[in-house]
T-cell receptor
């Protein structure tokens, strides 16, 4: 059974045209994360929500925003995508223990900006 | 910056044990060692984690040295489906991925 679901799996958008990626979870986890993974690179954390508390990484561009309307859903909004935002976007969840806490990843959304 | 060092690539024969090393010499006393893997074009998958003691689950074993400055992930009988990038991560609250080890399991 799918636990972390991401939609769509593939998305093509035009330069500057806003795009929203979706993530949902059936694990009832407290924390939801968004990562960006560019080609041949490791995943890089953009931000996360602990319940309703939003935590942004220091080097995440302002162009990237997120919303978490309820426990199950989290969205990644890219306000004005640039060509450099072409990447795989990964959503993950965890219970929220500070140290002893594995993350569960979705399959990712592959975004192409043209 | 990632706090771990891993070899960029390794090969393993199918059916043999794959031993993937990781150095984490700056690990703090309360930080866990986590291993994830990422099969091509999929999301990362949690494998195992530990603090001080060796750990084993249905996927793998984790051996942590007594000084906790290094660890080894062991896949006891590697199969072709184990071909992936393996990430060793020292977690102090959030995952910071290094470049990982690209494991190729060959027939």
């Amino acid at each position: 059974d799918a636990m972390v679901i991401q939609n769509p799996r593939y998305q093509v958008t035009q330069f500057g045209k806003p795009v929203t990626l979706s993530c949902s979870q059936t694990l009832n986890h407290n924390v939801m994360y968004w990562y960006q993974q560019k080609s041949s690179q490791a995943p890089k954390l953009l931000f996360h929500y602990y319940d309703k508390d939003f935590n942004n990484e220091a080097d995440t561009p302002d162009n990237f925003q997120s919303r978490r309307p309820n426990t199950s859903f989290c969205f990644l909004d890219i306000r004005s995508p640039g060509l450099g935002d072409t990447a795989m976007y990964l959503c993950a969840t965890s219970r929220g223990d500070i140290l002893d806490d594995e993350q569960y990843f979705g399959p990712g959304t592959r975004l192409t900006v043209t | 910056d990632a706090k771990t060092t891993q070899p960029p690539s390794m090969d393993c024969a199918e059916g043999r044990a794959a031993n993937l090393p990781c150095n984490h010499s700056t690990i703090s006393g309360n930080e866990y060692v986590y291993w994830y893997r990422q099969i091509h074009s999929q999301g990362p998958q949690y494998i195992i984690h530990g603090l001080k003691n060796n750990e084993t689950n249905e996927m793998a074993s984790l051996i942590i040295t007594e000084d906790r400055k290094s660890s080894t992930l062991i896949l006891p009988h590697a199969t072709l489906r184990d071909t992936a990038v393996y990430y060793c991560i020292v977690q102090g609250g959030k995952l910071i991925f290094g470049q990982g080890t690209e494991l190729s399991v060959k027939p």
